[in-house]
């Protein structure tokens, strides 16, 4: 048996061999007779290119087998591609590959999983975001797909084939704002078609002084945008005050914005991706920020791996995290604590200091000692993504953020020492839900919920009164947001509604004597808006026109506010830029006492009453221009902006008209312009701004003169230099005092009342400050590196006044006060991440 089952196989190998030798003994034959046999045995047609078949040949074919059968032969022995386009009709194509590698439009992180779908053939990306497949024709559309991200479909003759050159990514929202200019100081701060400014903190390089991403510092960097006391929580855009600007955290309006009161952001910088600066045009669904919007977003894409970051400074620690969930979830979580609790640095204590400078925090009374003066706080956020399918996208964001400052009064009376602690508090909480759906590629709906509440509450603890007065300001907020969105190839048309419920209250409260005042106001808005945005073919015209109509049920007010953005790029190296909007707000911040709160945080929200504290309403217009060639940029923008309903309680005085009431107007004519020269891995720039600012109040003696916000002239130069492991930048700020008033020389009193001169008359003396800073980036191991960094702020330690006031002593002489600016303050930084 065995024997025989050998011979069987040889047998059979000695057929092959005789048919083999038997084909290749035949002739090959031209493509073109084959396919004209076919044609006359099958009654078809092929249709090709009349040089696509030269020079090929094939082996004739068999009777035997049917047309289908044929034609799949065919293909595996030229790799040609038959495709049948009607009954009879067959086109007949060289197959072409196609390659890229796709990106995420604001991380540059590589984007896994993506599918990228053809005619027929269908593809899905590596690690590397690297994807190839093979199509038809140059006029095959190719659909790629991902999970959050705007679908793009391309004809295949838009990808490069030699180079699989890289595909940017984009949000649905994003997709018409695009980038015009990138790298607009440095890398990461760029430009976009719709007039704002993004700055990308996955990309992004340095800025003087910072060694950390503080997002509401490094807005600072951009022309028309500073602060006149170096803080965070007092940014003055274009000369308005801090409570004119809106600041949204992943939609969420905040109202507090600072921790250590100011001198850093309160959102973490791990968790926050993209901050876009809005100084006019602004998009139609967004209301309040008379000034100006800072608009602060997280990574919208879910992770397919984990990835974290523990950080430490001089001044905090922090830590991050990014937990897949499956394919369709992911969980972000972000906290930060200060180091105080553990150890004292330097800087911490030069922040300390800054703070309650001139307060009754740093001295008391003579016969009242302060002792055991302690500050600390605390930030964490959470977020939950959710793409139940590649069209549906659920959010669900939560911030809180915490200060808590505390010290001891002591007064010694008949050998008894008593003691009493005073406290200050400072928090905020927010929690927003989002839905998008993305109905086809064509429609596209947005549902938007939100709460945030606000909370600054003061025990002063009066140990030789034995009083104790409690101090609240109290904001509750919630609103509803819908929009609609259809696009056609170069237009966009959005339409929405928007409600919003704002709640404000005051407590002012002492227990001996006993008094007790609460107040609380309620205001309810409502808004349609509309606005439609055009991108011509070649991306050199975008213009984005829009309306929104606002009622507020208390006041039974209409408010009707159109917007406009124009860009319009002339030739290769030119672009203008028309920018225009009105707007309102029903909130503000006012002083009543300059030691309310402690001393340290004095302003507090107030609701529009439509009397005493009218309805803030601004309009503004730019034009801006911009050149571009060889890494040079040059960007020179005028404008002009006009606010009324502004009282003098909300605009920080502190000498004359400190304690006038009364309602008014500003007016800024303001010109920015920008110079940029970027050299391989080196960034300079050079920016100027000139505005000049007045207000107008027709209820007081002057009625006309400049306002607190007016910085003249304010000059910054810097410059950058950037590689795969160093970052190292250098820079200098300055800018004209503040003006200010000072009392008549020679007549400072009288009738035991400060007798100040013309308002805002002189100014204090010019800021003038240079900040350097250095990061050094390096890999540990396989998934693990790290950056280590020193930054050193006011490296000339100049002594810049950024605030005077006057008071009356007790021997009825004039006393002045001044507050500094920090001086020479060092930090220090080394960060992980895995």
Known sequence: MQKSNWLYIVLLCVFWSLQAQAQTSVEKIPLKVVLDSLSEQ???????????????????????????????????????????????????????????????????????????????????????????????????????????????????????????????????????????????????????????TSINFSRFTALPGLIETDVLQTVQALPGVLSTDETVSNINIRGGSHDQNLILWDGIKMYQSGHFFGLISSFNPQITKIATVITNGTDAAFTDGVSGTIKMNTDKKIQKEFKGSFGLNFISADIFADIPLGNKSSLQLAARKSVDDVFRTPTYNAYFD???????????????????????????????????????????????????????????????????????????????????????????????????????????????????????????????????LYKWQDLQLEAGYQFTESEVVNINDIDVPRFLRRDSEILREQAFFTQAIYQNENRDLSIRPGVRINYINEFDEFIIEPRLSIRQNIGQYFQIEALGEYKHQNTSQIVNFQNDFLG????????????????????????????????????????????????????????????????GSYDVFGVDFLVRKQIKSVSSWFSYSYMVNDYMFRAIEETQFPSNFDNTHSFTLGTTYSNNNFNISGGLNYRTGKPTSVPEQGNEIVDEEINFGIANSTRLEDYFRVDISAQYKFKISEGLRSEVGASVWNAFNTENTINNYYRVGLDNTLNKFSRQALGLTTNFMIRLYF
């Open 354 to 484: 800054r703070v309650t400078q001139q307060t009754e925090i740093e001295s008391n009374v003579e016969s009242v000692a302060n002792s055991n003066q302690n500050f600390s706080f605390y930030d964490t956020s959470f977020r939950w993504l959710y793409n139940p399918s590649d069209k549906d996208r659920i959010r669900l964001n939560f911030i809180l953020f915490d200060n808590n400052l505390t010290f001891d009064e002591r007064f010694t009376t008949n050998t008894i020492l008593e003691t009493r602690q005073s406290t200050l508090l400072q928090n905020s909480i927010g929690l927003a839900l989002s839905y998008e759906r993305e109905w086809n590629e064509r429609f596209f709906t947005y549902f938007y919920v939100y709460n945030t509440d606000y909370k600054l509450q003061a025990i002063n603890s009066d140990v030789l009164l034995e009083q104790l007065f409690l101090q609240e300001n109290i904001v509750s907020e919630t609103g509803v947001k819908f929009k609609g």
């Open 600 to 663: 340290v945080e004095k302003r507090r929200w107030q609701l529009a009453d439509n009397a005493e504290i009218p309805i803030l309403k601004s309009r503004q217009a730019s034009l801006g221009m911009q050149y571009t060639k060889q890494g040079w940029l040059l960007d020179a923008t005028g404008y002009y902006k006009a606010v009324d309903g502004i009282t003098l309680q909300s605009q920080s005085f502190t000498t004359k008209y400190e304690f006038e009431r009364t309602t």
């Open 42 to 196: 099958y009654q078809v047609k092929f249709n090709y290119k009349s040089d696509l078949l030269r020079e090929i040949t094939v082996f004739p074919l068999s009777r035997k087998r049917t047309l289908m059968e044929h034609l799949s032969r065919l293909e595996n022995e030229t790799a040609l591609k038959f495709t049948k386009i009607g009954a009879f009709i067959f086109t007949i194509t060289k197959p072409i590959k196609i390659c890229g590698y796709l990106q995420d439009v604001y991380t540059s992180q590589p984007l896994q999983s993506a599918t990228i779908v053809g005619v027929e053939e269908k593809s899905v990306s590596d690690v590397e975001g690297f994807f190839e497949m093979i199509v038809a024709s140059l006029d095959e559309e190719i659909e790629i797909r991902f999970l959050g991200l705007k679908t793009i479909k391309r004809k295949a003759r838009f990808f490069n084939s030699l180079q699989c050159s890289v595909i940017k990514m984009y949000e649905q929202e994003e997709q018409m704002a695009s980038v015009v200019l990138e790298g607009y100081l440095v890398r990461g701060i760029d430009k976009r078609n719709d007039g704002a």
